[in-house]
């Protein structure tokens, strides 16, 4: 039986729903008993994923959660928790124009080759929009990790060529979240949007990269060869719309280095095991150790341009198109929150593998 839509063992998540269907959703299994529900925390990452500028799209959604099971007086009863979002602002009529066309960079030909639909309203299973459900999710993963002393922070440290030169720096959540471009860095965030500005003007769209920090998280996380903290990771986060590519610690600059200048010395203080540098982002072997883990995930840019392409319909005819409707220009300061999200699902299944690991809250 197909697990595609399902992520985790001992935490199985399992998403639902299209970007125009009904509703997006997605049955929590392995949630343990007695937790208290952060309502608040589920209302604030949800808001960090909302469209907030005019280079976003305009389709604005309620993303009202409802829970259907697994909570009783706020408190997980340790059943599945059922949950949904419906979708109150679709517009497929939008999309009528299009539904024997195979749009460049969208999943259109690949699904209608896979499964043999026709392009779907809004990119069906392939919108960003099933994204809410990862939030969702990943709010729960976020505030039981936080109550383990573990936190995990998402910015935003690249637009296009513009970036954050300084490496695995921790910010606080406040600063990322004061900031429109999720990016903690002023002076870098006014030339971020100044590059915004440009592609919109041009109606087109451009690319970025979400820097991701775990930090609190304990050594001996991750298992060898095929279950690696890293391995887990990457298939989390490479799992979101539109993710290219990941890398941990110093990645792909890390080839620059040598190997007495990446290895991370080890010391001793106050009886604690401490490491003089983090170039292998936390992670060694696939197992995490004790230093603070940094990962970085770059996101291709949008498909939909209002520019004019060439590519064919369902019939192999050539045919000329333009984009219309709400999309976005950029949507990387969207996805910050839910990398985060993803990251810790990830984590939470890993913690509760972990034959070490204190069940009770």
Known sequence: MSQANTFGKALKVTFFGESHGVAIGAVIDGFPAGFPVNFSLIDSMISQRKPFSDFETKRNEQDKVEFLSGIDNYISNGSPIAFIIRNTDKRSEDYAYLKNVFRPGHADYVYYKKYGLLPQAGGGRASGRETIARVVAGALAVDFLRQRNIDIISYVSAIGAVGIKEYGKWYPEKDI????????????QAEMQKLIDEVVASNDSIGGKITTLVKGLPAGIGEPLFEKLNTVLSMALLSIPGAKGIDFGEGFSGIHLKGSQYNDELTQKNGAVEF?????????????????????????????????QNTIDVSG??????????????????????ATSMAAIALMDLFLQNKNFERKL
Not at 284 to 291: H, K, L, M, T, Y
Not at 317 to 338: E, L, S
Request: net charge positive; charged share 15%; aromatic share 4%.
């Open 276 to 308: 003089v540098s983090n170039h292998s982002g936390g992670i060694q072997a696939g197992i995490s150790n004790g230093n603070m883990l940094i990962m970085n995930t770059v996101f291709r840019p949008a498909s939909s341009i209002g520019i004019e």
């Open 317 to 338: 005819k050539p045919i000329k198109v333009t984009i219309k409707g709400r999309h976005d220009a950029c949507y990387i300061p969207r996805v910050a929150i839910v």
């Open 177 to 188: 979240f004061a900031s429109p471009l999720r990016c903690p860095e002023l002076h870098v």
